[in-house]
């Protein structure tokens, strides 16, 4: 029974071990790059820049200034194909957040903005009619190891 469950643990022990050429790989993870599709109604894009100026740009610079976030991007697709995105959001952050720092971030934000998460999401929901949400990709950049 013993030689069974020590080599249950060792068996287990080789699904986290990292494989030996695994090592030898000269790249290693990064920040995480957090991609947010957005395609606006024809006619609106001013409205959706007055949000992005506006409440946008506040909500992402206290993230930066809380180190919450490295920076922020809004980048423009400039050759869009038919079903492509107007717009990508990308926030840079060097890690991926717990639930129990959501939590946290909720409510500090929500104190900064004098708000709460039902009028953010009835905001939300007035912008859902010309901004509509795509999909989102959370990218790890890799770094040279050297």
Sequence with gaps: MRGKLLAAFGAAGLLWATPVFAQDIPLKGGNFW??????????????????LASQYRKIQQFSKSKGWIK?????????????????????????????????SREKELNAYLASDSRQQDAQSGVRAKFRHLGGSSLLQELVFKH
Aim: charged share 25%; glycine share 4%.
């Design 34 to 51: 957090n991609v947010t599709e957005i395609t606006i109604d024809d006619g609106h894009f001013g409205d959706y820049a007055d949000f």
């Design 71 to 103: 920076n922020y991007y809004i980048l423009s697709n400039v050759n869009k194909r038919a079903n492509e995105p107007d717009l990508f959001l990308v926030t840079i952050t060097d890690h991926v957040t717990t639930p129990v720092e959501d939590e």
